[in-house]
Nanobody, 124 residues
Framework: QVQLVESGGGLVQAGGSLRLSCAAS????????IGWFRQAPGREREFVAA????????YYADSVKGRFTISKENAKNTVFLQMNSMKPEETAVYYC?????????????????WGQGTQVTVSS
């Protein structure tokens, strides 16, 4: 199985940017589709972005299109989430997740492997 570790979270002002990283170990990273999700207190886990095994195709939640960019560097076993023009309502714990069995998905249940999450706080 693959192990995932997120990093790059922190405090940012509204309108600012953060770059999250998801580092993988344990298995061939190029075999895995990766998704980013977020969860705010009292709310369900929400899809943010996903990328296919090859890194060629990307998908985004409507709320982040044009502001967030997901990218995958298989040689470095890392996926990135560049977040620009951030909003206070995007304060949440951000998780990356991996799956070998799907091209990609927006459903958390389709991903069997998860990182521990990284806190992102956007101040107004």
């Amino acid at each position: 199985q693959v192990q995932l570790v997120e990093s790059g979270g922190g405090l940012v002002q509204a309108g600012g940017s953060l770059r999250l990283s998801c580092a993988a170990s344990g298995r061939t990273f190029s075999n895995y589709a990766i998704g980013w999700f977020r969860q705010a207190p009292g709310r369900e886990r929400e899809f943010v972005a996903a990328i296919t095994r090859s890194g060629v195709n990307t998908y985004y939640a409507d709320s982040v299109k044009g502001r967030f960019t997901i990218s995958k560097e298989n040689a470095k076993n890392t996926v990135f989430l560049q977040m620009n023009s951030m909003k206070p309502e995007e304060t949440a714990v951000y998780y990356c997740a991996a799956s070998r069995s799907i091209p990609t998905s927006q459903r958390p249940d389709d991903y069997p492997y998860w990182g521990q999450g990284t806190q992102v706080t956007v101040s107004s």
